[in-house]
């Protein structure tokens, strides 16, 4: 039984078990499944979030304002340009982040990762990952499993909503979870996906939600995207051996403790940050002039 | 830990609000139910948030798709108004203040195809969750994690054994049962929770008592 990201941690590492098989354990006591029927759950929701992360690679998404319509489509096209800064996979990563805030946006159907604000983090770095490396389905999903166990635990000591901690709560944890997946996914050890799990909060600790209008288009999707790419470089640092000085359990209370404490302005209100900008209200009028 | 996997990494829904549109869309799908009868009209009297921010959110297709019967996953949610007009059935939104309810909270009016009027008011508290807290003028806090029956009843003696016992005929727990009145003797509606799938045949047993005059079944 755990609680915390510490007694996870120490639960697999005492019966040399991944973390995904000790919360795999605990979903099938908690909801009496079979572990069978369990990992058909999780495949139907990678599907969607598969879906999901191509629509807009394809075609351009409308929605109500249209800020971000074709920014999925531009990114994928960039992504094969071999002189990319970041390269293919991290550009490509970018892009399927980016698909899923677009269809998102446009009233398509997405799976909330874990808030549908920020479902385009999960699910960009566990096809990233896959692709990547040629992973099998059942690895990919066992980083699902990974990344879903970290969030239980944040949701339960924290929490996960932009309206009481901001977009590090919704964003931030969604590329803890994804940090926590990729270093399992990469044969790291359950101690390396807690200390990604920690880096990646850090590097966003105190992220403000701001959305433009109070559309979820307008940074949310440029969240997306840096947060895919924030999971991945966590996960690199964890599995290059970098350990987070302060430990995961408290990183999480710290995130919770100030997003508590952020102003209302900026906790999902669209009161504050970018929206408050000359430019972001502008969008506004216009949009309700319309409507 | 006692919170689901698939609490966090869930819900598939359409976006891009959980509490904006697929909370609105849950509710109206549950209102629907509850007026059960041929709808002709609805009118959606939107508070707060729903009223200031729902346009961005497709809070209006959501509610609209609820109300023809569509889930908050069904990708024919962004097409509801069009599906509505080919259904024959007409709505219109409105702002209305209401007092001491959440921030996101709709009364829904519907007008049904021989005339009559049924309202049902509702809120959706966050990540998809939902609450019902009025049905044609009895307040309740209805919040539907479990299945549920809602009973409109004559305020009679031994009413409450006589669905009881059916409840048990059909080998039904009850979890929690709540009964509220607008005054005494009057009609009342009783709300029963129970820990298992209810079948829809229920309703046509609880109508058999003289002293019931409506039954509808809730499955989450």
Not at chain 1, 38 to 45: G, I, M, S, T
Not at chain 1, 86 to 96: K, P, S, V
């Amino acid at each position: 039984m755990y609680n915390s990201i510490e007694e996870l941690v120490r639960d697999a590492e005492e019966r040399h078990l991944s973390l995904w098989q000790v919360i795999l354990e605990n979903e099938c006591r908690l909801t009496q499944k079979t572990q069978k029927e369990v990992f058909k759950r999780l495949d139907e929701r990678y599907e969607v979030m598969q879906k999901s992360a191509k629509k807009a690679l394809e075609k351009p998404q409308e929605s109500v304002g249209n800020l971000i319509t074709g920014t999925a489509f531009q990114q994928q096209l960039y992504s094969n340009n071999r002189d990319s800064l970041c390269g293919f996979e991290l550009n490509h990563i970018m892009a399927m982040a980016l698909s899923a805030s677009e269809v998102n946006a446009s009233m398509g159907k997405i799976c909330a990762a874990p808030t549908a604000g920020s479902c385009g983090i999960l699910p960009a770095v566990l096809i990233g990952v896959s692709e990547k490396y040629w992973l099998d389905k059942r690895t990919t999903l066992q980083g699902l499993l990974t990344a879903s166990g970290i969030g239980t635990i944040i949701v339960k000591n924290a929490t996960v909503s932009g309206a009481e901690g901001g977009c590090q709560a919704e964003c931030g944890v969604a590329a803890a979870m994804a940090a926590a997946a990729a270093v399992e996914m990469r044969n790291g050890s359950p101690r390396m996906a807690a200390h990604a799990t920690a880096i990646a909060l850090m590097n966003c600790m105190g992220l403000v939600c701001d959305p433009i209008a109070g559309l979820v288009q307008v940074p949310c999707a440029q969240r997306n995207a840096s947060q895919a790419i924030n999971a991945m470089l966590s996960a690199d640092l964890a599995l290059a051996g970098m350990k987070s000085v302060i430990p995961p359990d408290e990183v999480v209370e710290a995130m919770y403790k100030v997003g508590k404490k952020l102003p209302v302005e900026f906790k999902e209100t669209a009161l504050g940050g970018l929206a408050a900008t000359p430019t972001g209200k502008k969008i506004k009028e216009n949009l309700y002039q319309q409507a | 830990m006692d919170i689901s996997i698939f609490d966090v990494v869930g819900p598939v829904m359409i976006g891009p609000s959980s509490s904006h549109t697929a909370g609105a869309a849950r509710l109206a799908k549950t209102a629907r139910i509850i007026v059960k009868d041929e709808i002709a009209h609805v009118s959606f009297r939107l508070h707060g948030s729903f009223a200031k921010t729902g346009k961005g959110h497709g809070t209006d297709k959501a509610l609209v798709a609820g109300a023809l019967g569509l889930s908050a996953d069904d990708e024919s949610l962004a097409d509801s108004f069009r599906l509505a007009a080919k259904q024959g059935i007409s709505f219109d939104f409105s702002e209305e203040e209401m007092e001491n309810v959440h921030e996101n909270t709709v009364k829904m009016v519907f007008t049904m195809k021989d005339g009559s009027r049924n309202e049902v008011v509702g809120s959706s508290i966050g990540g998809g969750q939902i609450k019902i807290t009025e049905i044609n003028g009895f307040v309740m806090d209805m919040n539907l994690q479990l299945p549920t029956i809602v009973i409109e009843q004559y305020d009679k003696k031994g009413i409450v054994t006589e669905v009881s016992g059916i409840m048990a005929e059909h080998d039904l727990n009850i979890a929690n049962m709540k009964l509220v009145r607008r005054s005494k003797g009057d009609v009342a509606c009783c709300i029963i929770e129970t820990d298992d799938f209810i079948p829809e045949e229920i309703e046509k047993s609880i109508m058999e008592s003289k002293n019931v005059i409506s039954a509808r079944v809730i499955n989450v």
